[in-house]
């Protein structure tokens, strides 16, 4: 372990501490919670930095002890290198984790939006089986969903939905369940029991405070208008629905599912703030590698993420080529397997990347 590195991480840690005890920090919403968030990263490395150079200086005593033993101090001395050599390769690879580039959405809520794609009416029944997917995942993580925008369809499906997921570790569960999702079944709508293959797409944004997304007034339109339900009919005598425009980018949202013109506005700003929050960060990821796809795409079957084929009782994702055969219990929301291999796999890539920049 390098010691002038370790000396720099306790005191940019005690530096950090200071400034958590700062009133003009704790009156600063946005610096509190940087300072909150580098806290926390570097508790987590100095842990393991700490414990990799107390391994570093026993493996240094026990040869030292080596050189001098005879008979069987020897093997006692060797055990005690060989354990102390396997506890220094795995801090080795523990503090290597820990110091990949950070997500800076980590700790966040998520905002879910889910829309029926191609398939028509069957699309829109699958976006609903999707919704309420992610809704049982939910319950098992102990999260809170709550609903803040959905539009029903005509046959009980749903148009689209968008929700908010709060608790611990949502934006690193359910990032990855950004893109098309395919599904291939015989719908309700077939006469023939013929297979149809329909999507629906899901985006997956970053719940944005207030104080990092700051939206001029002037670059808002907003339009109200009467709440409708399934096939068009108003469903409320005032003008209580808002339909929120960012004009520079074109961003549209609707909200119309609470009785308040007030609570819909904001709602849709909540929503908004997100999306911007998305762009922005897409943006710089963008800049920084060559090719970057959007989550959604154009909503086509053929940019499928995840494919849910009911006959077989088969999901597969198809980014880390995992076939499970258990569709209908991750359709009950036991998704965490193909959750841990998509992080799993994103950590692969974030060690070879980071390994081929050392190179």
Known sequence: MDRERLDAWEQEYQSVLDSLGDPAVVADQARLRDASRRHKDLEALLTVARRLSQAEENMVTARQMLAEASGEDREVVNAEIEQAAAETAELEEELSLLLLPKDPNVGRNVIVEIRGAEGGEEAN????????????????????????????????????????VKGADTWTRLKNEGGTHRVQRVPVTESQ????????????????????????????????????????????????????????TGIVVSMQDEKSQIQNRARAMQVMRARLLKLEQDRVAAEQSEQRRSQVGAGSRSEKIR??????????????????HKLD??????????????LADERERQIATAAARRA
């Open 307 to 324: 494919t849910y084929n009911f006959k077989e009782n088969r999901v597969t994702d198809h980014r880390v080529k995992l076939t499970l």
């Open 193 to 248: 029991g013929r297979i149809h293959t329909s999507a629906a797409t899901v985006m997956v944004l970053p719940e944005a405070d207030e104080v990092e997304v700051s939206i001029d007034p002037a670059d808002l339109r907003v339009d109200v208008f009467r709440s409708t339900g399934p096939g068009g009919q108003s469903v409320n005598t005032t003008d209580s629905a808002v339909r929120m425009t960012h004009l520079p």
């Open 329 to 342: 219990r991750v359709l009950e929301g036991d998704l965490d397997e193909i959750v841990d291999a998509l």
């Open 125 to 164: 029944l699958f976006a609903k089986d999707l919704f309420e997917m992610y809704r049982r995942y939910a319950e098992r993580h102990g999260w809170r969903l709550e609903v803040l925008s959905a539009d029903p369809s005509d046959r009980d499906g749903l148009n689209e939905v968008t929700f908010m």
